[in-house]
């Protein structure tokens, strides 16, 4: 008696164009590429070798006049240097919480959605492979927030609130699920590549997390990407015009939630609330800012038949509509 190794599955996406890569081969490449090319917070940056201390009254928290949106502003550019360094230090604190409790709701839909999938389905050990790269991420964003030492909540408190929900979407709502990953995913990545195309003069151990965070949020992305460029196509007239009103919707929703500060910011630091409307989302920068993040996510929405108009109008209607990336990770400032 014999017996044979059984052959991993593969999904049958419909018939695509020749110039697109084919989507089994896209989860043998990202499943690969996180065996080789996979980093571990603890051995990949050095948290306690001198340059990496973080010590008070450092210029190097100062957020960027030209990059953060809070640091644009002429009311902080105003504050007094000590003041701006504190305000930084709690924003990039916060911001690095904020992405730890994201990861976390994306560890659990990872871990929900590759429960469902059939024995020897390709796409278990991509995305188990990605829950695996989230569970280092929170390790080196709560390593951050420890080592700035500022008390901060992160997301504001409704989506706290209904995070332990949000999840169960990935086995419900898959679809819906991922558009909610790209939304989250795309602003932070978007912001921190700025910062470093930008060449900012910030401190080694925020750079060191960015630059780790980009590395392989890019195949996250890429993954994400693909899936509802394969998956989405395939479905009927109806729950595609659904889908096209949904996304813009979860895109701005989920944006505010993510990047937007909480409460607790303005109760800190005096902030008026006059200036936290104009930096979100009301002075001509911030509105640029809105909807440059989501040039790869509109580009996305055409591969994926989501652009007709009706949806056209919410995207307008949200403020976050606008020309369509080229490529994934075009810098803005390519833009015509």
Known sequence: MT???????????????????????VLEDLSNASVHRNFDPYLDIDWDAPHMAIVPNDDRWILSYTVDPIGRHPWYQALPREKQIEIGMWRQANVAKVGLQFESILIRGLLQYSDRLPNGDMRFRYTTHEAKEECNHTLMFQELVN?????????????????????????????????????GEEPIDHIQKDFLRAGENIHPAMSAVMELHVAEEA????????????????KGRATKFALSITLPIVMRVLCNAITVPPSEFRKEFDVPRSVLREIFWRSPESKAFLSGVFGDVRMLAEQCGLMNPASRRVWRALGIDGRASRYRSEPLYTAS
């Open 3 to 25: 017996s044979t190794q059984p052959r991993p599955t593969t999904y049958a996406p419909p018939a695509k164009q020749a110039t697109e890569p084919d989507y089994n081969q």
């Open 147 to 183: 080592r700035i030492g500022m008390e901060t909540k992160g997301m504001r408190w409704w989506l706290r609130r209904i995070s332990p929900i949000i999840p169960l979407f990935a086995t419900g709502l898959p679809t819906v699920f991922y558009f909610g990953v790209l939304a």
């Open 219 to 234: 195949r996250h992305i890429s993954f994400a990407h693909n899936h509802l460029r394969t998956t989405i196509p395939s």
